[in-house]
């Protein structure tokens, strides 16, 4: 068995209003110096040694991201 984590966050040029709110309460919380906010998704997943990089990058790009508007990584965690 393998764990396997797929980040997916907005493409750059696409508008992020979960990561504008964000932002802008930041410092209404007393947390300053944050200049930017993005927020994205986080997927955790364990599967059997048999499934192989490119089963893992169809799941990310055909379900897991909208790959108009996400860009996404793949990466196998060691235990």
């Known amino acids: 068995m393998a764990r396997v984590?797929?980040?997916?966050?907005?493409?750059p040029e696409i508008l992020d209003p979960q990561g504008q709110a964000v932002a802008g309460a930041?410092?209404?919380?007393?947390?300053?110096?944050?200049?930017?906010?993005?927020?994205?998704?986080?997927?955790?997943?364990?599967?059997?040694?048999?499934?192989?990089?490119?089963?893992?990058?169809?799941i990310a790009e055909g379900f897991l991201a909208n790959p108009v508007i996400e860009e996404w990584t793949v990466r196998r965690i060691e235990r």
């Open 26 to 58: 930041l410092p209404r919380l007393g947390f300053n110096g944050v200049t930017e906010v993005r927020q994205g998704k986080h997927f955790e997943l364990e599967v059997d040694d048999s499934v192989d990089d490119e089963t893992l990058a169809k």
């Open 5 to 11: 984590v797929v980040d997916v966050m907005p493409k």
